[in-house]
């Protein structure tokens, strides 16, 4: 079993920046075989979408609306992954879920807030 937990979010102004943070916790052997990490979002009303994931190996995937805005990145020696998120917009406010794949297992975080004033 993989535990996931957020943190980072908050209150911010349009242009602004924040960075979410996401650690993963669990058994040697549940960490070592996690293959992909990422970040999604669910926006009031909308379906949750991805935003940036990793996968081992370095190897990085955006969503077209926050390519050059956001970047992921990951600290295996703390197994926590990141979110830094620059320019941020109204429309990005959204509950932001981190996500971790190991084989056919799906776990997820409770999610941040990250709300975005105009």
């Known amino acids: 079993q993989v535990q996931l937990v957020e943190s980072g979010g908050g209150l911010v102004e349009a242009g602004g920046s924040l960075r979410l943070s996401c650690a993963a916790s669990?058994?040697?052997?549940?960490?070592?075989?996690?293959?992909?990490m990422g970040w999604y979002r669910q926006a009031p009303g909308k379906e949750r979408e991805l935003v940036a994931r990793?996968?081992?190996?370095?190897?990085?995937n955006y969503a077209d609306s926050v390519k050059g805005r956001f970047t992921i990145s990951s600290n295996n020696a703390k197994n926590t992954v990141y979110l830094q998120m620059n320019s941020l917009k109204p429309e990005d406010t959204a509950v932001y879920y981190c996500?971790?794949?190991?084989?056919?297992?799906?776990?997820w975080g409770k999610g941040t807030l990250v709300t975005v004033s105009s």
């Open positions: 990793i996968i081992s190996g370095g190897a990085t």
């Open positions: 669990g058994s040697i052997s549940s960490i070592s075989s996690i293959k992909t």
């Open positions: 996500n971790a794949l190991r084989g056919v297992s799906v776990y």
